[in-house]
C-alpha cells in the first residue's frame, strides 16, 4: 500500500552515505548509539575520597559549623586583643571606679576602673591557650600510651594500663592544688599538671579502638611487607582511628578551660598580673547579688559559650566520622 509506514530494514539496508526512506542517512546512527554511551559513562558517579565524604558529612552539621565560626571569632578577637581591645588590661581608672555597663564601657569597670571587656579580651588568651596546649599534650601522650597497650599486648598492655587505672583514681582537684602550691601558678604548670591528669582518657580510648583494628587484613599485609612495629602503628593505625582521637581532642579543650576555671576560682589560678576568665570570677564572687554583680556575666558567659561551642564541634567531628550516622544515611 502506498500509505504504509517504510518498513524498518530500509534504514539498515541503506548504504552508508545514503539517504534512507525517512531522510536519515544510515551513517548517522552510529554516532548517535556512541553518543549515548558516552553520556551514560558521564553519568555515573564519582567515587570520593574519605576526607571528601568527612567534609560533606561536616558541613551537613549545622551547629558544628556555627560552633566552628564561634570558636574562630573568639581565637581572633583573643589572640588579637592588642589591635581590637579598646583600652590596655592593665589601665586603671581609679576616679571612675566600678561603674555599669554603657557605651565607652561596653561590660562595665571593675572597683579599679579597669575595663570588663578589655581584660575580657586578655584573659581569653590564658584560657584558650590552656585548653589548647592541655588538649594537644594529653591527646598526643594517651593516644601513644593507648596504641602501644594495645598494639603489643600481654605485659606491655598489663602494665600500661594498670599505670593508666593508677592515674585515674588520684583525686585530680587536689593533686592541681599541691603541685600548683609547689612548682607555682603559672599557665606553664598549669598546663603540665592537667595534660598529666587527662592523658588517661584518651589512652583507654585508643587502646580499645586499636584492638578492634590491629588483626585485620591491611594491617597483617603491612607487617608481612616488612614494616616495622613503629610505622605501622604511626602510618596504618593511627590514620584510621583519627576520628575517635580528634573528637576527644576537642572535647579535652572544653574540659580543661572548665577545670582551669575551676582551679582559679578556689584561688589556685594563674598569678596576677595575668589573668584568665576563671580569675575574673573569682574576683567577682563576692559580688553576687549586689550592684556589681555584672562583673560576674562576662567571664561566665564567655566560658559557657566556649565549652558549648567545643562541645558541639566534637558532635559534629563524630558524626562527620563515623559513616554509620544515621543522621548522614
Given at each position: 500500500?502506498?500509505?504504509e509506514?517504510?518498513?524498518h530494514?530500509s534504514?539498515?539496508?541503506s548504504p552508508?552515505?545514503?539517504a534512507?526512506?525517512?531522510?536519515?542517512i544510515?551513517?548517522e546512527l552510529v554516532?548517535s548509539?556512541s553518543?549515548?554511551?558516552?553520556?551514560a559513562?558521564?553519568a555515573?558517579p564519582v567515587?570520593?575520597s574519605?576526607w571528601?565524604?568527612f567534609?560533606?558529612?561536616?558541613l551537613?552539621?549545622?551547629?558544628?559549623?556555627?560552633s566552628?565560626?564561634?570558636?574562630a571569632f573568639l581565637?581572633i578577637?583573643c589572640?588579637g586583643?592588642?589591635l581590637v581591645?579598646?583600652?590596655s588590661?592593665t589601665e586603671?581608672?581609679?576616679?571612675?571606679?566600678?561603674?555599669?555597663?554603657?557605651?565607652?564601657h561596653?561590660?562595665?569597670?571593675d572597683?579599679?576602673g579597669?575595663d570588663?571587656l578589655?581584660r575580657l579580651?586578655?584573659a581569653?588568651r590564658?584560657?584558650l591557650?590552656?585548653g589548647i596546649?592541655?588538649?594537644l599534650?594529653?591527646?598526643?601522650?594517651?593516644?601513644?600510651i593507648?596504641?602501644?597497650?594495645?598494639?603489643?599486648?600481654?605485659?606491655?598492655?598489663?602494665?600500661?594500663?594498670?599505670?593508666?587505672?593508677?592515674f585515674l583514681?588520684?583525686p585530680a582537684?587536689?593533686i592541681?592544688a599541691?603541685a600548683?602550691?609547689r612548682?607555682g601558678?603559672?599557665?606553664?604548670?598549669?598546663?603540665l599538671?592537667?595534660?598529666?591528669?587527662?592523658?588517661?582518657?584518651?589512652?583507654r580510648?585508643?587502646?580499645?579502638?586499636v584492638?578492634g583494628?590491629?588483626?585485620?587484613e591491611?594491617?597483617e599485609a603491612?607487617?608481612a611487607?616488612?614494616a616495622?612495629?613503629?610505622r605501622?602503628?604511626?602510618?596504618?593505625i593511627?590514620p584510621?582511628?583519627?576520628g575517635?582521637?580528634m573528637?576527644?581532642a576537642?572535647?579535652?579543650v572544653?574540659l580543661?578551660?572548665?577545670a582551669?576555671?575551676?582551679l582559679s576560682?578556689?584561688g589556685?589560678?594563674v598569678?596576677?598580673p595575668q589573668?584568665?576568665?576563671g580569675?575574673?570570677l573569682?574576683?567577682?564572687?563576692?559580688?553576687?547579688?549586689t550592684?556589681r554583680?555584672y562583673?560576674?556575666y562576662?567571664p561566665?558567659f564567655?566560658?559557657?559559650?566556649t565549652?558549648?561551642?567545643v562541645?558541639?564541634?566534637?558532635?559534629?567531628?563524630?558524626d562527620a566520622?563515623?559513616?554509620h550516622?544515621?543522621?548522614?544515611q
Open positions: 500500500m502506498s500509505g509506514t517504510p518498513d530494514r534504514l539498515v539496508d552508508p552515505g545514503s534512507g526512506p525517512s531522510g536519515l544510515g551513517s554516532p548509539a553518543h549515548a554511551f558516552d553520556t559513562a558521564h555515573s567515587a570520593r574519605q571528601a565524604l567534609r560533606r558529612r561536616f551537613r552539621h549545622k551547629m558544628a559549623l556555627v566552628l565560626g564561634v570558636l581565637f578577637v589572640f586583643a592588642n581591645a579598646p583600652y588590661n586603671q581608672d581609679l576616679l571612675l571606679g566600678p561603674v555599669g555597663p554603657r557605651m565607652s561596653w561590660f562595665g569597670t572597683e579599679l579597669r570588663q578589655s579580651l586578655y581569653g590564658i584560657s591557650k590552656i596546649a592541655v588538649a599534650i594529653s591527646t598526643v601522650f594517651g593516644t601513644a593507648g596504641a602501644i597497650a594495645a598494639y603489643f599486648g600481654k605485659a606491655t598492655d598489663q602494665t600500661l594500663m594498670r599505670l593508666t587505672d593508677l583514681v588520684v582537684i587536689a592541681l599541691i600548683l602550691e612548682f601558678s603559672g599557665d606553664t604548670t598549669i598546663i599538671v592537667l595534660a598529666g591528669l587527662f592523658w588517661m582518657y584518651v589512652a580510648i585508643v587502646r580499645g579502638e584492638l583494628i590491629k588483626e585485620k591491611f594491617i603491612a607487617r611487607s616488612g616495622s612495629s613503629t605501622v602503628i604511626v602510618r596504618h593511627v584510621n582511628i583519627f575517635p582521637i573528637v576527644n576537642t572535647l579535652g572544653a580543661a578551660i572548665v582551669e576555671s575551676t576560682y578556689l589556685f589560678g598569678e596576677p589573668t584568665s576568665w580569675n575574673m573569682s574576683q567577682a564572687s563576692g559580688y553576687v547579688g550592684d554583680a562583673l560576674i562576662a561566665g564567655a566560658i559557657l559559650i565549652v558549648l561551642a562541645n558541639f564541634l566534637g558532635d559534629g567531628l563524630r566520622f563515623d559513616p550516622t544515621d543522621r548522614h
